[in-house]
């Protein structure tokens, strides 16, 4: 595979009897948001989890720019330009959003060293502290970067989760319902950053998201899986015409 971006081949996940994610294959780009949905249960964060290297597919391969990581250790990933966010919202309450959003280059710079996590060198803490601020305002929290994350609301902590991510550095994303807990207004803003980080920066997106009207808004592209297999595959548009989409996971009134 030498394309750039994530690319799947016939992807397997099996827990014992369980397959949770069945002969799966699919593309992100770089540039494009591209979405992964369906009902709770299709195996979606499966996925997620086999292209971070948190479980070992039974079977098929994983390319990120034409590199094969199907089997590289979950550290090795962010290295080579992976990054991901969680369902659950992992923050450090009592760090300053700052700090938190600092967090994601020093992991990246970090990487197989330990001693790199305690010491960092003087051109390191200038890279750091300048991709947390470029970060910060791409998501729109200069206004809040002294703060305590705890104190921000739930909208906000959401971009101090993604500005963490955009300034790792990555150039594939891997964000798995990042929207949870926001209101419309919220994540139309959201939605707004995502477009410009993928369509401006060239980045790739693959978003995994229940919240349909900011699937919508963002995807160029979508993904359903339904029960671990690829279930659909073509444009949001071609998605909600689609009966065998709106049966299996938008309703029938879709």
């Not at 292209?51 to 390319?63: D, E, H, K, Q």
């Not at 659950?88 to 020093?106: H, I, K, T």
């Not at 900011?214 to 899986?225: G, K």
Request: hydrophobic share 45%; proline share 4%; glycine share 12%.
């Amino acid at each position: 595979m030498s394309a750039p971006g994530l690319s799947i081949s016939s992807l397997v996940v099996r827990y014992g009897g369980l397959v949770a994610v069945d002969d799966v294959s699919l593309t992100v780009p770089p540039g494009r948001v591209t979405g992964l949905i369906g009902p709770n249960g299709a195996g979606k964060t499966s996925l997620f989890n086999a292209c971070s290297g948190l479980v070992r597919p039974t079977a098929g391969r994983i390319w990120l720019d034409g590199r094969d990581i199907t089997s590289l250790p979950f550290a090795r990933r962010p290295q080579l330009g992976l990054g991901r966010t969680f369902q659950r919202m992992e923050l450090f309450d009592s760090l300053s959003v700052r700090q938190n959003v600092e967090l994601g280059r020093e992991g990246a710079l970090a990487g197989s060293s330990a001693w790199r996590q305690l010491v960092a060198r003087r051109s390191e803490r200038a890279l750091i502290a300048e991709a947390a601020d470029e970060a910060l305002a791409t998501c729109g929290l200069r206004a809040y970067a002294d703060l305590p994350a705890g104190a921000l609301s739930t909208g906000n902590r959401r971009l101090v989760e993604l500005a963490r991510v955009l300034a790792g550095g990555f150039r594939l994303l891997l964000l798995d319902e990042p929207s949870s807990g926001l209101d419309d207004r919220e994540s139309e803003r959201f939605g707004a950053i995502l477009t410009e980080v993928a369509h401006g920066r060239d980045i790739g997106i693959l978003l995994v998201e229940h919240h349909m009207e900011l699937v919508l808004q963002v995807c160029d592209y979508l993904y359903v899986l339904d029960f671990g297999r690829l279930l659909f595959e073509g444009t949001p548009d071609e998605a909600v015409a689609s009966e065998v989409v709106r049966a299996a996971y938008l309703g029938t009134a879709a």
